[in-house]
């Protein structure tokens, strides 16, 4: 796979995972649009083993509620190739933003 393919296939992956948490984030109760940076790691076939905040949005509340949508969105879309699973999605950094 050419590097524009992958990157292409990587943005796509990305949004999907983005999309899949904001589905499962309860945005009540949360006035601004808070974004924080989490770190996850997955198994093959997108199931999370792992996930915590590397960057705080300042709110301790909307951090721990977007680690729990994390964890209720599993598995998360990832890709069926598994060098691109291992490079890309194994542990990924996820600037998590349920507002889009």
Known sequence: MAAEEQAGVIDQYIAAISDTLARHFNKAGFT????CTLHVRMVPGG????????????NAIFDRQAEIAVQKASPLPVPDDAKLFESTFRDVNLRFNPWG
């Open 32 to 35: 601004d649009q808070l974004t």
């Open 47 to 58: 199931e999370v083993v792992e996930v915590k905040v590397v960057k705080s949005s300042g």
